[in-house]
């Protein structure tokens, strides 16, 4: 693919390798081009040529009759820095905490009003649940998007508060003044706790990561199905993990 189409003389063309490339959901093998003409809203024909140049440049690869995402789009997914470093530091933290916990850790950051997963690991009891690595989820449901909006700037805070909130769940807090009330008591006792709120059956604990900055860059977490977690093992273990990250970063003098 040229350097023309990604820079591109329109902000349409970008548009429409946006539309295409975002078409393709988690798990998918592939979309036919009739499929990514549906989902997209561009004319065939022009996904048809664009496609053709994704796949020139290995963003897109042909699967049968069809169209999946590249390798390319792995390769250069691995140079972003704040996702490499994070999770190379991390890394032996999180796989400790799995193995203490026996459950399913998370290490998510804020990108605008969402929460990001830069790393998943399944502990011994591995728990289905609606994450995965390169995930988003809402921030105001998911004890790290409780973590991350509490310490958020107050801008981002406040759009998310009075914006509306998705109902994950019978039990998701869609109330602006309640939800407010927790991301302060997230502040005053240094973790999350979200409860049933994004699936029923399961809980999550979250505690911030904090970088040389002093800023709040990250959140751990420990997700577990509420019939067998127990927070007065969970907390302190989430907490000392995230801990134990924040000092790695600090001391490598990391900003998020």
């Known amino acids: 693919m040229t350097i023309e189409l990604l820079a591109g003389s329109t902000d349409s063309m970008l548009g429409k390798v946006r539309l295409i490339l975002e078409a393709f959901e988690p798990d998918e093998q592939a979309l036919s081009l009739a499929e990514l003409t549906r989902r997209t809203g561009v004319t065939k024909a022009s996904v048809y040529r664009i496609s053709q140049e994704l796949v020139e440049w290995g963003v897109l690869e042909r699967y049968g009759c069809g169209y999946r995402l590249g390798l390319r789009l792995f390769e250069l997914g691995q140079l972003v820095p704040r996702q490499r470093v994070l999770r ?51 921030l105001h449901c998911t004890a790290t998007g409780k973590v991350l909006l509490a310490f958020a700037p107050s801008r981002v805070a406040q759009t ?12 998701t807090v869609v109330a ?55 927070l007065a093992r969970l907390v302190p273990a989430v907490r000392d993990a995230a801990g134990q990250i924040s000092a790695k970063l600090r001391a490598s003098e990391w900003r998020g």
């Open 88 to 138: 190379e530091l991390a890394h032996p933290y999180l796989e400790e905490l799995a193995r203490a916990t026996a459950e399913t850790v998370h290490c998510a950051v804020r990108d605008g009003h969402e929460v990001l997963y830069v790393e998943k690991l399944g502990g011994y009891r591995l728990v289905t649940c609606p994450s995965r690595t390169g995930g988003r989820m809402p």
């Open 160 to 171: 998310v508060l009075t914006g509306p909130l998705e109902r994950r769940t019978p039990r």
């Open 176 to 230: 602006p003044g309640l939800l407010r009330a927790e991301l302060a008591s997230v502040r005053a006792n240094g973790y999350a706790l979200e409860t049933e709120e994004t699936r029923l059956g399961y809980l999550s604990v979250a505690a911030p990561v904090i970088d040389v900055s002093l800023r709040v860059c990250a959140a751990v977490s420990v997700a577990a199905p509420t019939a067998r977690a127990q």
